[in-house]
């Protein structure tokens, strides 16, 4: 199939920023607050730097699980559905409150569930309000970014995947196990099976702290049966690992590794980031951590995306919270060139050469009358503009291979036959 990439557009990322209530240990510390949220819902000041940072939008610990799906993610689902490429993801320290958010601590609690289930609904909602002559297609696969290895949750025997590139696809993660899915339901069994596969240890912080990156990745392909035209739009919703202080987690030994990789790798989306955000910058590192190759199409590239960052309103985690704003607002100023993925199918384009042979042809009749209707009234026909007889006898030779430049510049030429005879007209007319 070919790819038609239309109407690039350069919009920048949506950066939303939601504070959790304070936990057990932090009240225990002091209880303290170390950030003060502005009236107007898209800022959030730290007294102790002097500092304010703007968002999109700021959600108090009082926010819904709904009401940061809606201004958040929503927008990127519809777009996927349209045939955009989306991604939504979270960041944040251990424990503010990344998969709270993404997951919930319920998939299937209407109240608490988080985004990723909340998109399931949505995607199945646009499916059964869509035209009756678009065939639907969904995909989904999941995978986690452990200790630099990418694993995939649904046959976890394949435990060191690599990723791959090429014009049509982009960036993406070959021989994942994607399976077609057709409800809701389907979609939530897949999600409990990657869920019980992911890796999880205990920690200081969070006693179900995630050890790893998980990308869950939906693929939406639509069928026009009208005109035969395909879209594939492509989700990604990333839940990334905590970034911590050993010294508070008290990681050691297996823990302790599993932390400087996370560290690394999360230091490494932000190297992207800083380059991205930095004029002078001339070279993107990608590749300097799985992570952030993966995310190589939703930082800087054809994506609408979305960041959630999640922080801790406590001051014990005052600098852990800061780091996490700077992230976000640096992350705020990176653009993505969005287009939809059309992808043009074979019988589409045998049809659009139907149209344009038809078309053709029809043309070929008009200049055909025209000229006898100019030498009927002594009109003498150019030369170079008689195509009569060199029309009949293209008509009658057996076809040759179609060469779209050729095609073209002959089109070009009976318009401007066609435009000079009306000229001719005219003259006839006015005398």
């Not at 389907?186 to 205990?202: L, P």
């Given at each position: 199939?070919?790819?038609?990439?239309?109407?690039?557009?350069?919009?920048?990322i949506?950066?939303?920023?939601?504070f959790r209530p304070?936990?057990q240990?932090?009240?225990?510390?002091?209880?303290k607050?170390?950030?003060?949220?502005?009236?107007?819902?898209?800022?959030?000041y730290?007294?102790?730097?002097?500092?304010?940072?703007?968002?999109?939008r700021?959600f108090?610990?009082?926010?819904?699980?709904?009401?940061?799906?809606?201004y958040?993610a929503?927008?990127?689902?519809n777009?996927?559905?349209?045939?955009?490429?989306?991604?939504v993801?979270a960041?944040?320290?251990?424990?503010?409150?990344?998969?709270h958010?993404?997951?919930?601590?319920?998939?299937?609690?209407?109240v608490q569930?988080?985004?990723?289930?909340?998109?399931?609904w949505?995607?199945?909602?646009?499916?059964?309000?869509?035209?009756?002559?678009i065939?639907?297609?969904?995909?989904?696969?999941?995978?986690?970014i452990?200790?630099e290895r990418?694993?995939?949750?649904?046959?976890p025997k394949?435990?060191?995947?690599?990723?791959?590139?090429?014009?049509?696809?982009g960036?993406?993660?070959?021989?994942?196990?994607?399976?077609?899915?057709?409800?809701e339901q389907?979609?939530?069994?897949?999600?409990?099976?990657?869920?019980?596969?992911?890796?999880?240890?205990?920690t200081?912080?969070?006693?179900h702290?995630?050890?790893s990156?998980l990308?869950f990745?939906?693929t939406?392909?639509?069928?026009?049966?009208?005109?035969?035209?395909?879209k594939?739009?492509?989700?990604?919703?990333?839940?990334?690992?905590g970034?911590?202080?050993?010294?508070?987690?008290?990681?050691?030994?297996?823990?302790?590794?599993?932390?400087?990789?996370?560290?690394?790798?999360?230091?490494a989306l932000?190297n992207?980031?800083?380059?991205?955000?930095?004029?002078?910058?001339?070279?993107?590192?990608?590749?300097d951590?799985?992570?952030?190759?993966?995310?190589?199409?939703?930082?800087?590239?054809?994506a609408?995306?979305?960041?959630?960052?999640?922080?801790?309103?406590?001051?014990?985690?005052?600098?852990?919270?800061i780091?996490?704003?700077?992230?976000?607002?640096?992350a705020?100023?990176?653009?993505?060139?969005?287009?939809?993925?059309?992808?043009?199918?074979?019988?589409?384009?045998?049809?659009?050469?139907?149209?344009?042979?038809?078309a053709?042809?029809?043309?070929r009749?008009?200049?055909?009358?025209?000229?006898?209707?100019?030498?009927s009234?002594?009109i003498?026909?150019?030369?170079?503009h008689?195509?009569s007889?060199?029309l009949?006898?293209?008509?009658?030779?057996?076809p040759?291979?179609?060469?779209?430049?050729e095609?073209?510049?002959?089109?070009?030429?009976?318009?401007?036959?066609?435009?000079?005879?009306?000229a001719?007209l005219?003259?006839?007319?006015?005398t």
């Open positions: 199939m070919a790819f038609d990439g239309q109407d690039p557009h350069e919009e920048s949506k950066v939303c920023c939601r304070q936990n240990l932090e009240k225990d510390q002091s209880g607050i170390c950030i003060t949220l502005g009236d107007d819902i898209t800022s959030v730290v007294p102790n730097i002097d500092s304010s940072f703007v968002f999109d700021v108090g610990s009082e926010a819904s699980q709904k009401e940061v799906y809606d958040a929503k927008p990127i689902i777009g996927v559905l349209r045939g955009f490429n989306g991604t993801f960041y944040g320290q251990t424990a503010s409150g990344k998969t958010t993404m997951e919930g601590p319920d998939i299937e609690d209407e569930m988080g985004v990723i289930p909340r998109m399931v949505s995607i199945f909602d646009g499916i059964d309000h869509a035209a009756d002559y065939e639907f297609v969904v995909k989904v696969a999941i995978v986690e452990y200790n990418i694993r995939d949750l649904l046959d394949k435990d060191n995947l690599k990723i791959h590139e090429d014009k049509a696809r960036v993406f993660i070959g021989g994942v196990t994607e399976t077609y899915v057709g409800s389907e979609i939530f069994d897949i999600m409990k099976t990657g869920k019980y596969n992911r890796a999880v240890a205990e200081n912080l969070n006693e702290s995630s050890r990156h990308i990745m939906l939406i392909e639509q069928k026009n049966l009208h005109d035969r035209s395909l594939v739009g492509k989700l990604h919703l990333v839940d990334l690992a970034s911590e202080k050993v010294g508070k987690t008290g990681a050691t030994g297996d823990r302790l590794d599993e932390a400087k990789n996370i560290n690394r790798s999360l230091s932000g992207v980031i800083n380059a991205l955000t930095d004029r002078k910058s001339t070279h993107v590192p990608y590749r951590s799985k992570l952030s190759r993966v995310l190589q199409e939703s930082l800087g590239g054809n609408k995306t979305s960041l959630i960052i999640t922080c801790s309103p406590s001051y014990y985690n005052e600098q852990e919270t780091s996490t704003l700077r992230f976000g607002q640096r705020k100023m990176i653009k993505n060139v969005v287009k939809v993925n059309h992808e043009r199918s074979v019988e589409e384009l045998k049809m659009l050469l139907q149209r344009r042979d038809q053709l042809g029809d043309l009749g008009r200049v055909s009358l025209l000229e006898q209707l100019l030498r009234n002594g003498p026909v150019p030369e170079e008689t195509t007889s060199s009949t006898r293209q008509a009658s030779a057996p040759a291979p179609v060469d779209e430049a095609k073209t510049e002959y089109e070009d030429q009976l318009q401007d036959f066609v435009a000079f005879v009306l001719a005219a003259d006839i007319l006015e």
